[in-house]
């Protein structure tokens, strides 16, 4: 078992993505909460929050380490819960439906769980 974190401009998006991953099976469920979160980001026009108006712009941007400002946003942080196996199609989905330039997907292994959650966690995300 896994824990996936990301964050999410607004609340909208988050349950957007977290329930698509859901009825997917990608996931057996997801915590979402809000969040104040500080941090660098490269283009100082504007924040990570304003997404590009192209895909070619998005797609050429270039993270410019230790040439931007730190932004403070407030935000929507999820908790995913998922089998280890699926990390990379459920890396592969937010990054491909999330609004931010650079999306934080982080996974986190759960070294003890409880032998009944991970039975759920396992029947819940079984694929057809």
Same mark, same amino acid.
């Given at each position: 078992?896994?824990?996936?974190?990301?964050? =999410?401009?607004?609340?909208?998006?988050?349950?957007?993505?977290?329930? +698509?991953?859901?009825?997917?099976?990608?996931? +057996?469920?997801?915590?979402?909460? *809000?969040?104040?979160?500080?941090?660098?980001?490269? +283009?100082?026009?504007?924040?990570?929050?304003? *997404?590009?108006?192209?895909?070619? !712009?998005?797609?050429?941007?270039?993270?410019?380490?230790?040439?931007? @400002?730190?932004?403070?946003?407030? /935000? =929507?942080?999820?908790?995913?819960?998922? @089998?280890?196996?699926?990390?990379?199609? #459920?890396?592969?989905?937010?990054?491909?439906?999330?609004?931010? /330039?650079? *999306? /934080?997907?982080? +996974?986190?292994?759960?070294?003890? #769980?409880?032998?009944?959650?991970?039975?759920?966690?396992?029947? !819940?995300?079984?694929?057809?």
């Amino acid at each position: 078992m896994i824990l996936i974190l990301t964050t =999410f401009p607004n609340k909208a998006e988050a349950v957007k993505i977290g329930d +698509a991953l859901l009825e997917k099976r990608l996931i +057996a469920c997801y915590n979402l909460f *809000p969040v104040e979160s500080a941090y660098w980001w490269h +283009a100082p026009s504007k924040s990570q929050h304003e *997404p590009s108006t192209n895909s070619s !712009e998005k797609a050429s941007a270039k993270i410019r380490l230790g040439k931007g @400002k730190t932004v403070k946003d407030k /935000e =929507f942080s999820m908790i995913i819960k998922t @089998k280890d196996e699926n990390f990379k199609k #459920v890396e592969s989905f937010i990054q491909k439906n999330h609004s931010y /330039e650079v *999306p /934080e997907i982080v +996974a986190i292994k759960a070294e003890k #769980v409880t032998k009944p959650y991970l039975d759920w966690l396992n029947q !819940e995300t079984k694929q057809d």
